[in-house]
């Protein structure tokens, strides 16, 4: 068994997709570059 248990991202964890339009955006601005709608 193996005691690490650290998941490992697939998807490059800079990234995420905005509820509003569902695009894909750079999470280092935080803030949708389509709709310009901020991640909270
Ligand atoms: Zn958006």
Redesign the pocket.
Known sequence: MSTSTQERPARERATWV?D??H?R?AGLRKR?A??G?SRY
């Open positions: 905005c509003n339009c695009s955006t949708c389509d709709c709608t």
